[in-house]
Nanobody, 122 residues
């Protein structure tokens, strides 16, 4: 059983910062990539940032220069440091991972976390 658990969401003022964490647990052989997506009210879910096992990163244009994705391989955890937050960043943030499991390590499977709510407001 694989589980992605997000934490760190909450209410923050414009210009403030938050750090989201996502820990993957289960019979994980290898993490191919992990990332963050978000869905704002009335909007489609969009990619925020991704990071591969090799350390390559990718960001949405709207968060470049403000958000930083990082990883801790030993803890199977990915982080999203969010600085200079704007009201437009208000959304439910979802962790996503491409994983290989010990039970069938020849296949790459995709998993989603349940989401954590980030609200940027005065």
């Amino acid at each position: 059983q694989v589980q992605l658990v997000e934490s760190g969401g909450g209410l923050v003022q414009p210009g403030g910062s938050l750090r989201l964490s996502c820990a993957a647990s289960g019979s994980i052989f290898s993490i191919i990539a992990m990332g963050w997506y978000r869905q704002a009210p009335g909007k489609q879910r969009e990619l925020v940032a991704t990071i591969t096992s090799g350390g390559s990163t990718n960001y949405a244009d709207s968060v470049k220069g403000r958000f930083t994705i990082s990883r801790d391989n030993a803890k199977n955890t990915v982080y999203l440091q969010m600085n200079s937050l704007k009201p437009e960043d208000t959304a439910v943030y979802y962790c996503n991972a491409d994983l290989q499991l010990w039970t069938d390590y020849l296949r790459v499977k995709n998993y989603w976390g349940q989401g954590t709510h980030v609200t940027v407001s005065s």
